[in-house]
């Protein structure tokens, strides 16, 4: 009579953040579902196309690649959190937004670390697709700094009222 209990999903919250922008979640979800259009999902959708990478042109693209085992994606992340000092060890996207759900810092900062990785998702898929659909030149710089400024205007936007010093100085810093 009832279909099987929907498996809990535990990378809601900082899919869904209220710092997020809302178009930069919609793309971290298909990416947490698994359901982007990447060149191997549009293969096996019997979709002839070359499957190599459009950024860094040296392997295949999943969503694993592009996010963020792709050279050029990789460098972008390292910047990003080297700019919010954000010291974790992974590049896998689901370990770094699991990584957020149990990390041990306060709720404002789990919020600009699911916000910047939204942005870096959003922001990767925008310049892959526009490599590939307009020929677009690969830009590191301007694809961090599209990042940088969406993450600041994003929280500057939204800054809570009740924010410690400590993460008022941390974000007042970036």
């Known amino acids: 009579m009832f279909s099987s209990p929907i498996p809990k999903l535990?990378?809601?919250?900082?899919?869904?953040?209220?710092?997020?922008t809302p178009?930069?979640?919609?793309?971290?979800?298909?990416?947490?579902?698994?359901?982007?259009?990447?060149k191997d999902r549009l293969?096996?959708?019997?979709?002839k196309l070359q499957e190599t990478c459009n950024l860094c042109t040296e392997?295949?693209?999943t969503i694993?690649?592009?996010?963020f085992e792709?050279?050029?994606?990789?460098?972008?992340?390292i910047e990003i959190k080297s700019w919010l000092k954000w010291n974790v060890a992974t590049f896998n996207i689901r370990q770094l937004v699991k990584w957020i759900g149990r990390a041990k810092v306060s709720k404002f900062k789990k919020a600009v670390y699911s916000a910047?990785?939204?942005?870096m998702v959003y922001n990767a898929w925008k310049m892959r697709n526009a490599v590939l659909w307009q020929g677009v030149k690969i830009d590191n710089t301007r694809l961090i700094e599209e990042v940088k400024w969406s993450l600041r205007t994003r929280v500057q936007?939204?800054?809570?009222?009740?924010?410690s010093s400590v993460d008022r100085e941390w974000f007042c810093a970036l």
């Open 43 to 47: 293969l096996k959708m019997g979709i």
């Open 59 to 61: 392997c295949n693209e």
């Open 116 to 119: 910047a990785i939204a942005a």
């Open 157 to 163: 936007s939204f800054l809570p009222k009740k924010l």
């Open 70 to 77: 792709c050279r050029i994606t990789n460098q972008c992340l």
């Open 10 to 20: 535990h990378w809601c919250k900082e899919v869904w953040s209220r710092l997020n």
């Open 64 to 67: 694993q690649h592009l996010f």
């Open 23 to 38: 178009k930069h979640s919609l793309i971290l979800w298909l990416v947490m579902l698994d359901k982007l259009k990447t």
